[in-house]
Every structure is written in structure tokens, then in C-alpha cells.
């Protein structure tokens, strides 16, 4: 075993390498803690920011006098200084849009950082697996043709996550050969299956009996937090909460797959049964962020990315950092999607790709990079 495998899958501090606490690239910290103060206070203040901004503005003291007022004990204590209709826009439109942003954001981050690493691919993102089409193909039912009106408002999120789930089965079904699931065998059974499951979304769609469902289909293939309520927010938010936690307790074989499945079979990794737990992890996670907010490119893409050029490739520090950035991008994607052309609405899909797009290019052409951020 070589020394520098040895430094990878241990978390202990390596004297020889950039003082006592360089990371998987040898780079430099920049001060883990201050760089997470940071975020969290950036994250803070993007909310308060969304919140505030649209048609109505609404003062920050306002804002969060509102959003306290809702909690248990402490709204005795907060005089009623604001109107009705500012606490509607607050409470009911806007701080839960917002939320789900950051729910959906930090989801979308976390899942790219861990696709790319279970395929040792930095152009992999979370929706490769074929989730996102699978969610596609129910939720158009809902919203072309009314499908599971039973379940009222949560016919659309509900539905679109049990489309995820079922391409995710499918995925596992076409990968699954004597017993073990091959990497070459997932990637290639995930786009199979999203090209299955897009053909059969785009047969819905032309069938739609109006044109008002043909658009509404589009609009949440590409991406939307307008249907935002406090009702659809628990499930997801408990999901991402969950999954970065279970992520982050196995950062160790994380940073061990990065070295090769041969090496992290050494590192005493079972790399048949974590690459398993991979791909539930990030199927669960893409799912539940897919069934409220619709298709969002780029996020798990771009963000892992701009992160490791920042901590490097350790996974300690890379799914809290991806975590919180990729909150704050889809909190500023979306403030863009609603007052650029307000009062129209763009999708926030447009807002990601018009971002992604340009990184994407210059990630390309920029010669020193590879995987982890390594020259």
C-alpha cells in the first residue's frame, strides 16, 4: 500500500504534506471552520434577501419578526408589528418557497458530490441514474391528465416520487448480473432507462387533451419552486437531512473509492455492498428533491465541483461544504427566476443551465483541471 492511499482513507493529520492539515489534494485549507461560519452566515443572509424581495418588499426586522411569531414559545414574547397581507406574503408564499430551495439545493449538491464519486466521474450529476425520468413520467400524468387526484394536493410530489423509485428498482433490476452491480453496468442500465422513461413522458405529453397541460408539463420538466406549501416541505427536508448524515458517517470509503475499487478493497471497503448503499443514498435523495421541484440541471454538476477546487477531495469536508453552497446557488437561481422577468416566471431549469453552461466551458478548457482538482 502506497503512502499517499494510506493518507487518503485516513483521517489523520500528515505532517509532510502542507503542515499538519492538508487534504486529499495537498492543498491548503483556507480554514475549514471559517470557510462553514461563512456559508452558514451567506446562507442566512440569501434567505433573508429572498424573502424579502418581489413586488411587495418587506423589511428584514419584518421578516424574521414573522417568521419567529410561528414558533412555539416565542410568540408571546414578539409584538404584532407587521400586516396581514405582509404575513401572508411572508409566511405562506414566500419563507417556504425559499425553504425549499435550500432543501432542494443542498439535496442536488450532495447527490453530485456522490455520484461522482461512486463513478470516479466529474461529469456525472444525480440525474444519471434515470430518477429524474421516472419522476417525469408520473408527474406529467398528474398534470396532464389529473392522475391520483385521490391523493389532492399532494397527487404531484407523491406521485413523482414513487416514479423515482420505480426507475431506481429498474435501474437496479437491468445492473444487477450475478449477483453484483458493475459500475459500467449501472451507468449504462440509468441511461437506458431515462431514455425509456423520457420517450414514454414525451408520449404523455403529446397527448395531453389541452395545450394549457402541454405547458405546465414543460414548465415543471424544467424546474420550479412555485408549488412550494408547509405540507410538502417535511418529507424532503427529512430525506437530505438524513441521507448527508449517513453520507458523511461514511466519508472514510468515500474518499477510499476515489483511489480505485482494487485499493479501496485493501482499505478493508466492501465496495460491492457500499456502492449499493451509493446508489439508494443518492436515488432517495434525487427523488425526494425531483417530486417538489421539478427537473434542476447543473446544481450536482457545477457546485461539487467549485467546491473541491476550494477544500479539495476529501469528503469530511466536501458534502458540508457542497451542502450549504448548493443551498445558496438555488436560493439566487430562484430570486432570479422570479423578478427577471416578473411579472412572468422563468423556470429555474433556464436560470441553472444559463449558469452551468459557461462553467461548464471553462472547466473544459481550463487545462490544469481534473478530478478532485488535482493538476
Known amino acids: 500500500m502506497t503512502s499517499r492511499t494510506s493518507s487518503v482513507y485516513s483521517s489523520k493529520p500528515n505532517p509532510s504534506k502542507h503542515n499538519s492539515r492538508a487534504h486529499l489534494t495537498g492543498k491548503p485549507t483556507w480554514g475549514f471552520t471559517t470557510i462553514l461560519l461563512l456559508l452558514t452566515a451567506g446562507l442566512l443572509l440569501s434567505v433573508t434577501l429572498a424573502v424579502m424581495l418581489g413586488p411587495v418588499a418587506v423589511a428584514p426586522e419584518t421578516v424574521w419578526r414573522i417568521v419567529l411569531s410561528h414558533l412555539p414559545w416565542l410568540d408571546q414574547w414578539i409584538p404584532v408589528t407587521w400586516t396581514k397581507p405582509e404575513q401572508y406574503i411572508v409566511w405562506e408564499i414566500r419563507f417556504p418557497r425559499v425553504l425549499l430551495g435550500v432543501v432542494v439545493g443542498a439535496g442536488l449538491a450532495v447527490t453530485g458530490a456522490t455520484i461522482q464519486a461512486l463513478i470516479r466521474n466529474s461529469l456525472a450529476d444525480p440525474y444519471i441514474l434515470g430518477v429524474s425520468s421516472g419522476a417525469s413520467v408520473t408527474a406529467t400524468l398528474v398534470i396532464v391528465f389529473g392522475a391520483f387526484g385521490f391523493l389532492g394536493r399532494l397527487a404531484l410530489p407523491l406521485s413523482a416520487f414513487i416514479?423515482?423509485?420505480?426507475?431506481?428498482?429498474?435501474?437496479?433490476?437491468?445492473?444487477?448480473?450475478?449477483?453484483?452491480?458493475?459500475?459500467?453496468?449501472?451507468?449504462?442500465?440509468?441511461?437506458?432507462?431515462?431514455?425509456?422513461?423520457?420517450?414514454?413522458?414525451?408520449?404523455?405529453?403529446?397527448?395531453?387533451?389541452?395545450?394549457?397541460?402541454?405547458?405546465?408539463?414543460?414548465?415543471?420538466?424544467?424546474?420550479?419552486?412555485?408549488?412550494?406549501?408547509?405540507?410538502?416541505?417535511?418529507?424532503?427536508?427529512?430525506?437530505?437531512?438524513?441521507?448527508?448524515?449517513v453520507l458523511l458517517t461514511r466519508y472514510r470509503s468515500l474518499n477510499?473509492?476515489?483511489?480505485?475499487?482494487?485499493?479501496?478493497?485493501?482499505?478493508?471497503?466492501?465496495?460491492?455492498?457500499?456502492?449499493?448503499?451509493?446508489?439508494?443514498?443518492?436515488?432517495?435523495?434525487?427523488?425526494?428533491?425531483?417530486?417538489?421541484?421539478?427537473?434542476?440541471?447543473f446544481v450536482g454538476l457545477?457546485?461539487?465541483?467549485?467546491?473541491?477546487?476550494?477544500?479539495?477531495?476529501?469528503?469530511?469536508?466536501?458534502?458540508?461544504?457542497?451542502?450549504?453552497?448548493?443551498?445558496?446557488?438555488?436560493?439566487?437561481?430562484?430570486v432570479c427566476a422570479r423578478l427577471v422577468l416578473a411579472p412572468q416566471e422563468l423556470p429555474i431549469g433556464i436560470v441553472t443551465a444559463v449558469c452551468g453552461g459557461p462553467f461548464f466551458v471553462w472547466l473544459l478548457r481550463r487545462s490544469s483541471y481534473s478530478f478532485g482538482g488535482e493538476k
Open 302 to 334: 457545477m457546485i461539487p465541483h467549485i467546491v473541491r477546487l476550494i477544500v479539495g477531495s476529501d469528503h469530511r469536508r466536501v458534502l458540508p461544504v457542497s451542502l450549504l453552497a448548493g443551498a445558496i446557488f438555488v436560493v439566487w437561481a430562484d
Open 163 to 245: 416514479g423515482s423509485l420505480t426507475a431506481m428498482l429498474m435501474v437496479f433490476a437491468l445492473a444487477r448480473v450475478a449477483g453484483s452491480i458493475s459500475t459500467t453496468r449501472l451507468l449504462l442500465a440509468g441511461v437506458a432507462v431515462s431514455m425509456m422513461l423520457s420517450a414514454v413522458t414525451s408520449f404523455v405529453v403529446t397527448m395531453a387533451p389541452n395545450e394549457k397541460g402541454i405547458r405546465d408539463a414543460m414548465y415543471w420538466m424544467m424546474g420550479s419552486l412555485a408549488g412550494a406549501q408547509w405540507d410538502t416541505l417535511f418529507i424532503p427536508s427529512l430525506i437530505v437531512a438524513v441521507g448527508t448524515v
Open 256 to 297: 477510499a473509492l476515489l483511489t480505485g475499487e482494487e485499493t479501496a478493497v485493501t482499505l478493508g471497503v466492501n465496495v460491492q455492498t457500499f456502492r449499493v448503499l451509493l446508489v439508494v443514498v443518492a436515488s432517495l435523495l434525487t427523488g425526494a428533491v425531483v417530486s417538489v421541484s421539478g427537473s434542476i440541471g
